[in-house]
C-alpha cells in the first residue's frame, strides 16, 4: 500500500495470520497431552486410550471434505472464529468428566471444531501472497504453529502438576477463546470474496474425488497420512510411557515441548532447504527423522537422553508442514483450495484415527517396543513409497 498507514495495517493483519498457525498444532498436542493422562487417572488401559484419541480423529476425518466446503463459502476468517470458539466452549466440558467414558462423546466434537479451525488458518494462508511467497509465508506460519506447540505442553503439564488433570483442561479453553479473538481481528480474504460471488459447491465430496486425481495432490497426501502418523504415535503414547516410568506431568511437558521448539527452528528455514532440495525431498528427507525418533523412542525412554526423539520429531514437522501446504495450495485450483485443505484434513485425520487405535492395542498386547518399533516402520514405507515415484512436473512447482 502506498500510505504508511496502509503498510503497518498490512503488516499488522500478516503478523495476525502467522499467529492463526498457533491455533490447531498446539490445541491438538494440549489435549493430546491431557486426555490420556486424565483417562489414565480415570482407569483406562492403552488399547481405550487409543480408541478415546482415534475417535477424535474419526469425527474430523468424515468431516474434513464438508468442513472444506464451509470454508470455501463463509471464507477462513468467519470458518476461523467458529472453529476456535466453539473449541473453547467444548474444552471447558472436559472439567465435569469424571468417567473415561464421556470422553468417547466429547473427544469427536472437539475433533470437529478444531479441525474447523486449523484448517481455515490454513485456507487464509494460503490465500495471500503469490506462489513464489508462499513457502516464506507457510514457513512463518509454521513457525508460530511450532512455538505454539512447544509452550502448550510445557504449560498445560505446569498446570496439571498444580490443580490435577481435571482442572488443567480451562487452559486449552482459555486458548482457544484467544485465538477466536484473533480470528475477529483478521482482514478479510480475496477468496472468500470469490467464494460468496459463486454458487454453493454442496458438500464438497465431488471436488474432492477429482482432485484425488492430480498426482500432486496424492504425493501430499500420502506425506500427509505419514506425517500425522508419526506425530500421533509419539504425542499419544510416550507421555504415558513417561509417566509410567515416574517422571512428573512437568517434567514430561518439557520433553514433549522440545519438539516444538525445534520445530520452531526449522520451519523459517524451509525457503533455504528448497534452494537445493525438491520440495518433495525434502519432506521425505525431514519426515524421515520423525519415523527414525519411533524406532528410538522405546530404548532411550530416559531423561536426558530422550529428548533426542522429540528433537528428531520436530525436524520432520517444522520442515514437512509448509512444504506440504505450499504443494496442495499450488496443485489445487484456487478456487477449491479449502476442499483441499478439507481432503488433506481427511487424511490427516484418517491417520490420527488409526495410528493411536492400532499402536495402542498392539502396545496393549506385545509391548512398548514393538508398538514403537511397528510405527516406525510403517512411517518409513510410506515415505519409501514416495521416494520411489517418478517425479512429475506438475506434481509441484520447481525449486527456485
Not at 520429531?313 to 476442499?339: E, H, N, Q, W, Y
Request: with cysteine; proline share 4%; glycine share 12%.
Amino acid at each position: 500500500m502506498s500510505s504508511a498507514g496502509g503498510v503497518v495495517q498490512s503488516r499488522r493483519l500478516l503478523l495476525l495470520a502467522y499467529l492463526s498457525g498457533a491455533f490447531g498444532q498446539a490445541m491438538t498436542a494440549q489435549v493430546t497431552f491431557l486426555v490420556p493422562l486424565r483417562a489414565f487417572e480415570l482407569g483406562a488401559d492403552f488399547d481405550v486410550i487409543g480408541l478415546i484419541i482415534g475417535a477424535s480423529g474419526l469425527a474430523a476425518a468424515l468431516s474434513s471434505v464438508s468442513l472444506g466446503a464451509v470454508i470455501d463459502r463463509l471464507g477462513p476468517k468467519r470458518s476461523f472464529v467458529l472453529g476456535t470458539a466453539t473449541t473453547a466452549l467444548l474444552s471447558v466440558l472436559f472439567v465435569f468428566i469424571t468417567s473415561y467414558w464421556w470422553f468417547f462423546l466429547l473427544q469427536p466434537l472437539v475433533g470437529v471444531s478444531r479441525n474447523l479451525g486449523w484448517v481455515a488458518s490454513q485456507s487464509y494462508i494460503t490465500s495471500i501472497g503469490t506462489a513464489q511467497e508462499r513457502p516464506k509465508l507457510t514457513g512463518r506460519f509454521t513457525f508460530f504453529g511450532a512455538v505454539g506447540q512447544m509452550a502448550g505442553p510445557v504449560l498445560v503439564g505446569g498446570m496439571a502438576q498444580l490443580v490435577g488433570f481435571r482442572w488443567a483442561f480451562l487452559f486449552p479453553a482459555a486458548y482457544a477463546l484467544a485465538f477466536a479473538i484473533v480470528g475477529l481481528l483478521l482482514g478479510e480474504t480475496r477468496a472468500r470474496d470469490h467464494a460468496l460471488t459463486r454458487k454453493a459447491q454442496g458438500s464438497g465430496f465431488r471436488s474432492a474425488l477429482q482432485m484425488v486425481a492430480l498426482p500432486g495432490i496424492r504425493v501430499v497426501l500420502l506425506l500427509t497420512f505419514a506425517r500425522v502418523w508419526i506425530n500421533r504415535v509419539y504425542a499419544a503414547f510416550l507421555p504415558v510411557t513417561l509417566v509410567a516410568t515416574g517422571l512428573e506431568p512437568g517434567v514430561v511437558g518439557t520433553v514433549m515441548a522440545t519438539s516444538g521448539l525445534v520445530a520452531a527452528a526449522v520451519a523459517p528455514t524451509t525457503g533455504f532447504w528448497t534452494r537445493f532440495l525438491s520440495q518433495r525431498t525434502a519432506a521425505v528427507l525431514g519426515l524421515g527423522c520423525g519415523a527414525t525418533a519411533l524406532l528410538l523412542a522405546p530404548h532411550i525412554a530416559v531423561v536426558p537422553i530422550v529428548y533426542l526423539v522429540p528433537a528428531l520429531i520436530g525436524i520432520g514437522g517444522g520442515l514437512s508442514l509448509p512444504l506440504l501446504l505450499g504443494m496442495i495450495a499450488t496443485a489445487a485450483p484456487a478456487d477449491k483450495r479449502g476442499v483441499a485443505l478439507g481432503l488433506r484434513g481427511t487424511v490427516n485425520q484418517t491417520a490420527g484415527t488409526a495410528a493411536p487405535v492400532l499402536i495402542g492395542a498392539l502396545i496393549t498386547a506385545v509391548g512398548l517396543t514393538l508398538g514403537f518399533t511397528t510405527g516406525g516402520l510403517a512411517a518409513a514405507a510410506m515415505l519409501l513409497a514416495v521416494g520411489l515415484r517418478r517425479r512429475s512436473d506438475r506434481a509441484e512447482p520447481a525449486a527456485p
